[in-house]
């Protein structure tokens, strides 16, 4: 399967439910374009993107992006953003895609690839709550 097949399918990891009346960006910095990094390069480049958002002074929380069966994981953040902010973001991070929340709705949003923008459904359907 490719890559755009894999991120349609992805869930969302949470220890706090998200407001569906805010319009939000779902950024990671890990994994560069779509190659997969050793752990540890990844938590520096996630350390990263959570410097720059405190940079920028948006608003974001710790998500995490999966596969549905949770076989793969990675590291992301809900940022308070607009569209065009996030995708310059992921731009600046080298990503393929994006994820937008926009009045609930989950859209697919492509940065470096050449698909189209694509709507999943409700979010509220892909978030999986975890315990405090």
């Not at 949770?70 to 600046?92: M, R």
Request: net charge negative.
């Amino acid at each position: 399967m490719n890559l755009w097949q894999l991120y349609k399918s992805s869930i969302f990891l949470s220890h706090q439910t998200l407001s569906m009346a805010i319009n939000f960006a779902i950024i990671s910095g890990q994994n560069p374009a779509g190659n997969a990094e050793n752990p540890l390069y990844n938590q520096l480049l996630d350390k990263k993107l959570q410097a720059r958002l405190q940079q920028l002074g948006v608003p974001y929380r710790s998500v995490i992006g999966a596969a549905p069966d949770l076989s793969f994981q990675e590291k992301s953040w809900v940022v308070l953003c607009d569209k065009q902010q996030a995708i310059t973001l992921a731009l600046e991070f080298t990503q393929n895609a994006i994820y937008w929340v926009e009045q609930g709705q989950l859209y697919l949003v492509p940065v470096l690839l050449p698909e189209q923008e694509e709507c999943l459904g409700q979010f509220q359907q892909r978030l999986v709550l975890l315990p405090a």
